[in-house]
């Protein structure tokens, strides 16, 4: 589900959100257990992943929803808008990416104690590929190659509409 506007990353340079749903669909369409959502870019402004969850609980009341996030996310979490209730509406579960330190990560949670212990308890570490988003657009900024970074289908929609150079 791409963001119509991320709240922390209003500072970057972004491709358009039509743009990142047509790559996202792109990137999961021979995958039959994923699914892509239009829901924030409908919505537009910026997008709160509070204000998503009470609307996909809403639609779905009797669902048991789980938030993935990048375990590089939880040192800003505690910034997010109203997030201690966000806890409470769905379950967060961290994603240990390659490069990432988790005991390093864990001192910098700005939480209450409840509440970084059940994040640290639910952390899931994930096979090891060192691929970002922000590698990527740093990548095509500078004339690098992105193969075998995105699927091809992807690296030729972002060559074709000219996209993060």
């Known amino acids: 589900m791409p963001a119509a506007i991320p709240p922390h990353k209003q500072e970057k340079t972004l491709a358009d959100g039509r743009h990142r749903l047509e790559m996202l669909q792109l990137a999961t369409e021979g995958n039959l257990s994923f699914e892509v959502s239009e829901l924030e870019l409908q919505r537009g402004g910026v997008s709160y992943t509070f204000d998503t969850i009470t609307q996909v609980q ?84 500078e004339g690098l190659s992105i193969r075998y970074l995105v699927p091809p289908e992807v690296e030729m929609y972002i060559a074709e509409h000219g996209l993060y150079v």
Do not use: Y
């Open 58 to 141: 809403a639609e779905h009341p009797a669902a048991e929803l789980f938030f993935i996030v990048g375990l590089d996310s939880l040192t800003i979490l505690h910034s997010w808008r109203n997030v201690e209730q966000l806890f409470e509406l769905c379950t967060v579960v961290p994603f240990a990416r390659g490069g990432e330190d988790p005991a390093r990560v864990a001192e910098q949670i700005q939480l209450s104690k409840p509440w970084k212990d059940k994040l640290l308890e639910r952390m899931i570490r994930i096979h090891e590929i060192e691929i970002s988003a922000s590698e990527i657009r740093m990548r095509l900024a």
